[in-house]
């Protein structure tokens, strides 16, 4: 709940900070009568035609995230993400020990990926991409993978994973606060497909050697869920 507190402030300050980085129209009056002019300052507007972009905020559930947004026509873009994870750490160290009779695995933490391609449409009429307003479909595939070691019975280590299929209709805001750097904010709702393919060690009777002999058990879990998201990405641009 404090993690959501914090982004919303954020979000309130970035908002704000938008507002008057990039006002509308300034009318300027001099003269009066027939001598009245009126000139009219339109808002400031990066001329860049790419962002590489980096989003902080998601360190927190273990995502290095890493993307690169190209304009491809006056009012749209395309954005690629593409950057590694690691398990078990933040709010991303899920626990995928399916062990139901005794905690005899641990569970290790390993690199995994995450690539995503979104297009983005800019509909206010005097901006072009890449400047202020958005709205954005975004596909993204992310894999965390883990180890698994058996703590009681000398079983070899082995990997699992947990693999998410996420499509989310994002709405955002990107200002540039000077002629290269970018904030870009952004929230969205969506649904997706969760799978973890794990195991845990099980124990099968040997009737000849009055024993148990220990082998790995593999699992594999298949949801849907709903999902909500929100950030913020910082951006260097650059043109042509």
């Known amino acids: 709940m404090k993690n959501i507190k914090l982004i919303l402030v954020l979000f309130t300050l970035g908002f704000s900070f938008a507002g008057n980085a990039q006002r509308d ?3 300027i009056d001099k003269g009066y009568g027939s001598d009245r002019e009126v000139f009219k300052k339109q808002p400031r507007l990066n001329d860049n035609t790419s962002i590489v972009k980096f989003s902080p905020l998601q360190m927190i559930v273990g995502e ?9 026509s006056i009012k749209g873009s395309v954005e690629f993400g593409l950057g590694p994870t690691i398990s078990n750490i933040g709010f991303g160290g899920q626990s995928h020990l399916l ?31 890449l400047n202020r307003f958005y709205i954005s479909p975004v596909l993204k595939y992310r894999m965390y993978n883990f180890g698994l070691n058996d703590l009681a019975n000398g079983l070899d280590p082995i990997r699992g994973n947990e693999v998410n299929a996420n499509f989310t209709f994002n709405f955002g805001y ?44 593999e699992t594999s879990i298949t949801a849907a869920r709903y999902l909500f998201t929100m950030g913020i990405k910082v951006g260097i641009g650059s043109h042509k």
């Open 25 to 27: 129209i300034v009318i």
């Open 64 to 72: 290095i995230n890493l993307s690169y947004e190209l304009q491809t």
């Open 99 to 129: 062990n139901p009779w005794g905690g005899t695995q641990q569970e290790t933490a390993a690199m995994g990926f995450f690539a995503s391609v979104a297009y983005r449409y800019y509909p206010l009429d005097e901006t072009e991409a």
């Open 174 to 217: 990107q200002v540039w606060v000077s002629k290269s750097f970018a904030l870009d904010f952004f929230t969205g709702i969506g649904i997706g497909m969760e799978t973890v393919n794990s195991a845990y060690s099980q124990g099968v009777y040997n009737p000849i050697t009055l024993t148990y002999d220990y082998n790995w058990k």
